[in-house]
């Protein structure tokens, strides 16, 4: 109990906390140490042993409290409360002024100020301040939900437990970015080639690796580093106007934020931003691949919104592509989970924006013979960022004699099944479905990936012995394996056998989205699985929902509705799906709206400026009730809402004849729908 502790001894613990955050601050974030090192661990020493001889003093935004946390046997999700989103690239001037234009326009201004920031290449994480105490850490995950790396994060000294300064509102997310700065990447190397362990690829699988390390410890060795670059949850008591404003009250409070930041005041001068820190690049501490370009104004970006996954606001301008020569040592065909046959060239080894590249897509038949690939080319092998490597161009001059031209299969090269092709797609497929050894291989990989069900442990090695052993013959079979049978495999003893079964087990609990994306039906990624579970709810009404419905929904064409009717159809599908709900597999269902929706299927476009409502809650009124809403006018249009400075639109939905409805009308409309 603090009560039996004396006064002065209260106070000195302060002190000393106070004079190591100090310290800290100064040497992490300044680079300009006011202490030697010898000075700085005498204090955190004599705070060690004050907290050591009265317990009661140690509180989780001490100094001492950077590392020594137990080892944890998994990361705990976390839920989002506003999602972590993704960006839009792009990859020349014109497209960034595109992306201007774009902005202007769906604002309705001549001009606008944009917030230039390095984009690092590292791991994004969010930070949840509670009275200025570091509560939790969060990874990105599949931008819903994210891992609890509170434990490791606390050991980067660069963030704060305790925010510094004052005027910090109660609760605060900081979304940021966890980076390896290069020399710490070089030393890290450097001490596991002496010790004969494996080396890192690059400094960003460095920082995801160091950072994902089930032992605190551990990450306490790694030389992290963080820049936040915005937030997230925010008290009302802090209404921040702009972007910058945000940055400059995180610098305030302690938060580092990337010294090269930028306020620029239009496209052009986005463009002058891009060059100025290309230049730049090979001098920072840090790597970076591009620059993020974020409209400044919060209440623009509110308006603009969001698309998919990516905000409408901002943009990564992202480097070019590094290139390098190699040889082709042979030609390959890699049958996906959906039976496409995709040609993959294997190459002599090199090393492409940091990576070890030994192989490169062809992507299909049709470009393997635009591109004439051979086995003995020379050939340039691009990467940029995350993006797969691909081969841009053959070097005929260096082309060996007596090289054959590479021809496509007719059967599959797994299962001897025949390939066939629908009329006007490129892409070649096994027709045997899952009695292909490849396809289901690649269905239990897909299942088990992180963004699906998570299964921990699950590896293609071991896929591969499952199916040899005829352990498994479909995804739902996994959930039938025991300890016994798992225990003899090659590398499995009887605990990583037990952990793969408790992971099988962790994977039945899971979110309905997760399940419908693990489930493999072709072209229905992430975002997709998204839609429908908000859309039906539940996986009985999916079932059964036709092409016609489906297409109703947003961002689902008639291929891919086409898909999810054929999948769902077929009955060895629907056997694997009954199976694994019989062994066990829950989620909550997602509410949806049972009402019947008045504006289903009408398309509508808001322009100028309304007295009683934001635009963007006009727009979320009329979604409630089904419409479509647009940011351009076309004849397929049904309404225009028209406030105050309405511009061309209005001129151009009265030529079309299309109903322009003031605000007092929009009101009426809402009314009614309301009943």
Not at 566 to 589: C, M, P, Y
Request: aromatic fraction near 6%.
């Amino acid at each position: 109990m603090m009560a039996n502790i004396p006064a002065s001894i209260i106070k000195k613990a302060k002190s000393l906390r106070d004079s190591i955050n100090q310290h800290n601050l100064r040497y992490y974030q300044f680079d300009d140490p006011l202490v030697s090192d010898t000075d700085y661990d005498r204090l955190m020493r004599s705070l060690q042993n004050l907290e050591k001889r009265y317990p009661a003093l140690q509180t989780s935004d001490s100094p001492t409290q950077r590392v020594g946390a137990e080892p944890l046997n998994a990361f705990e999700s976390v839920v989002h409360e506003i999602p972590m989103l993704s960006l839009d690239n792009a990859f020349s001037d014109d497209e960034v002024k595109a992306f201007g234009k774009r902005v202007l326009e769906r604002l309705e201004v001549d001009n606008i100020d944009f917030v230039a920031e390095p984009k690092l290449d590292g791991l994004a994480i969010s930070l949840l301040y509670r009275d200025g105490i570091l509560v939790q850490a969060a990874t990105r995950g599949d931008g819903h939900n994210g891992e609890n790396v509170t434990a490791n994060i606390r050991t980067i000294r660069q963030i704060p437990l305790r925010l510094e300064g004052k005027g910090w509102p109660n609760i605060l997310e900081v979304r940021g970015e966890v980076f390896m700065p290069i020399n710490g990447f070089l030393a890290l190397n450097e001490q596991a080639r002496k010790q004969e362990e494996k080396v890192f690829a690059n400094p960003r699988n460095a920082a995801a690796g160091s950072l994902r390390q089930l032992d605190p410890n551990v990450t306490a060795t790694r030389p992290l580093a963080f820049f936040g670059y915005g937030h997230g949850v925010i008290s009302e008591t802090h209404h921040p106007t702009y972007q910058l404003e945000v940055l400059e009250w995180f610098s305030s409070w302690g938060i580092p934020v990337c010294p090269e930041i930028e306020l620029v005041r239009n496209v052009d001068a986005c463009i002058k931003n891009y060059q100025r820190i290309f230049g730049l690049r090979s001098s920072l501490k840090y790597e970076i691949d591009g620059v993020v370009y974020k409209v400044n104004s919060l209440d623009q970006q509110n308006k603009l919104g969001f698309v998919s996954r990516a905000p409408r606001w901002a943009i990564a301008r992202k480097f070019p592509a590094e290139e390098v020569f190699t040889k082709v040592l042979n030609i390959d065909i890699q049958v996906g989970r959906t039976g496409a046959l995709t040609p993959v060239a294997r190459l002599k080894p090199v090393i492409v924006g940091g990576v070890t590249v030994t192989n490169a897509t062809l992507h299909n038949a049709e470009e393997l013979n635009r591109k004439d690939v051979r086995v003995g080319d020379t050939v340039m092998v691009r990467r940029a960022g995350d993006v797969i490597p691909e081969i841009t161009r053959v070097v005929f001059e260096k082309r060996p004699q007596n090289t054959q031209v590479f021809t496509m299969p007719s059967v599959c090269p797994e299962c001897g099944s025949d390939v066939t092709s629908a009329p006007g797609e490129a892409t070649l497929r096994c027709s045997s479905g899952l009695f292909c050894r490849a396809q289901h291989k690649a269905s239990i990989i897909h299942l088990a990936s992180r963004k699906a069900l998570d299964i921990e442990g699950l590896g293609e090695k071991l896929v591969d012995q499952l199916l040899e052993k005829k352990l498994i013959k479909t995804v739902a079979d996994l959930y039938c394996l025991t300890v016994n049978q798992i225990k003899g495999l090659d590398r499995m003893g009887e605990k990583s056998a037990r952990n793969l079964i408790g992971a099988l087990e962790k994977s039945k609990h899971t979110t309905f989205p997760r399940f419908l994306f693990a489930l493999g039906i072709r072209e229905v990624g992430e975002v997709t699985a998204q839609n429908l579970s908000e859309y039906f709810g539940g996986l009985e009404k999916l079932m059964v929902a036709d092409a016609e419905l489906l297409e109703s929904i947003p961002d689902i064409g008639p291929t891919v509705a086409g898909n999810i009717v054929l999948f769902f159809k077929q009955s060895h599908n629907r056997k694997v799906i009954e199976k694994l709900l019989a062994a066990g597999f829950t989620w909550e269902d997602i509410k949806v709206n049972t009402q019947t929706l008045p504006l289903k299927g009408e398309i509508v476009v808001i322009t100028g400026t309304l007295d009683s409502m934001t635009r963007e809650e006009v727009k979320s009124r009329l979604q409630s009730f089904g419409a479509k809403v647009t940011s351009s006018v076309s004849k397929k249009t049904h309404y225009l809402v028209a406030g105050a400075e309405p511009g061309s639109k209005l001129d151009k939905a009265i030529k079309l004849g299309i109903k322009i409805l003031d605000e007092a009308e929009l009101k009426m409309l809402l009314s009614k729908c309301s009943v």
